[in-house]
């Protein structure tokens, strides 16, 4: 639980740091509940793994539309 803690904060320094400019997406806090850390879909990302070259897909950058899908 001290780790998902730490990772939460962590999140929330990075959004405080965060500019527009940018062209990663921000991460988001994990739940501190089990059953919602299990079904946190954020978990199986792998955006952070590989670069991506050119233009952003819309999916990755926009939350209404990883909403949708």
Same mark, same amino acid.
């Given at each position: 639980? &001290?780790? #998902?803690?730490?990772? =939460? &904060?962590?999140?929330?320094?990075? %959004?405080? /740091?965060? =500019? !527009?400019?940018?062209?990663?997406? $921000? !991460?988001?806090? $994990?739940?501190?509940? !089990?059953? %919602? !850390?299990? =079904?946190?879909?954020? /978990? /199986? %990302?792998?955006?952070? #793994?590989? @670069? &991506?070259?050119? %233009? #952003?897909?819309?999916? $990755? @950058?926009?939350?209404?539309? @990883? &909403?949708?899908?």
């Amino acid at each position: 639980m &001290s780790t #998902i803690h730490k990772f =939460n &904060s962590y999140c929330a320094r990075l %959004e405080e /740091l965060y =500019n !527009l400019m940018y062209t990663v997406p $921000l !991460l988001t806090p $994990l739940p501190t509940k !089990l059953a %919602e !850390l299990c =079904n946190d879909q954020v /978990l /199986l %990302e792998d955006v952070w #793994i590989t @670069r &991506s070259q050119g %233009e #952003i897909p819309l999916w $990755l @950058r926009d939350c209404d539309v @990883r &909403s949708g899908i």
